[in-house]
C-alpha cells in the first residue's frame, strides 16, 4: 500500500491520497487529466484495480477522503468493485452520468497499451518529452542506442498515440462531470 500512495503523490489531489480500506486508496482530483495521469501510473505500476467516481462532493470539503459524502464517493466505490470484475480488460471502471462509460472504454484502450509495454521500452519512453523535436535524438545519445531504436520502441509502445488520446480521455471525463447535477 505505501508503494501505491507514493506512486500517487506525484498527482495533484483536492483532497489526498490516503489508505481507505484494505489495500485501497482514495483521492479527490479537481482536473480530468489528472485522473488520466493517476489511472495511467496505476495500470504501469500493475496489481491495483482503478475505480473513478464522477458525481458530486459535498462541501465544505472535509479533510480527508474517507470523510468525504457524495454521489462521488458512491460512484468510486461501484467502479472498483466493477474493475475487480473486469477480466482480461485493463482493471479499470468508471461511474457516473453520460459520458462515464466512452471515458472508461478510452482508457481501457490506452491502458492496455500501458500495461503491455516493456522495461526496455519503459526506459526510453520515460526519457521522451511529448511536443519537443529533437528528444528521439537526445534520448538515443543518452541511452547509447540509435535514433531509429528509440524510434521504434515509440512507435511499437504506442507513445505518440496515448500522447494524442490522453487529452481526449481527459475531455471525456470532463464532459462527464459536466453533466452531474
Not at 6 to 34: K, M, Y
Amino acid at each position: 500500500m505505501p508503494e501505491l500512495l507514493d506512486l500517487l503523490q506525484s498527482v495533484e489531489a483536492v483532497l489526498p491520497w490516503e489508505r481507505s480500506v484494505g489495500d485501497e486508496a482514495q483521492g479527490v482530483l479537481a482536473h480530468a487529466d489528472d485522473v488520466v495521469e493517476a489511472v495511467m501510473l496505476c495500470l504501469r505500476a500493475g496489481g491495483w484495480y482503478v475505480g473513478i467516481g464522477i458525481g458530486t462532493v459535498e462541501r465544505p470539503f472535509p479533510t480527508s477522503p474517507r470523510e468525504g459524502r457524495g454521489s462521488a464517493f458512491v460512484a468510486a466505490r461501484k467502479a472498483v468493485d466493477r474493475a475487480k470484475k473486469t477480466g482480461d480488460r485493463a482493471p479499470l471502471a468508471v461511474e457516473g452520468p453520460d459520458g462515464a462509460p466512452e471515458a472508461e472504454g478510452v482508457l481501457a484502450l490506452l491502458g492496455r497499451h500501458v500495461m503491455g509495454r516493456s522495461d526496455a521500452e519503459w526506459r526510453i519512453l520515460d526519457l521522451l518529452q511529448p511536443g519537443e523535436r529533437g528528444t528521439q535524438t537526445a534520448v538515443a545519445r543518452t541511452l547509447g542506442i540509435s535514433p531509429q531504436a528509440v524510434s521504434k520502441a515509440a512507435a511499437r509502445a504506442a507513445w505518440h498515440e496515448e500522447q494524442a488520446v490522453r487529452p481526449a480521455a481527459a475531455r471525456l471525463l470532463a464532459w462527464a462531470d459536466d453533466g452531474v447535477a
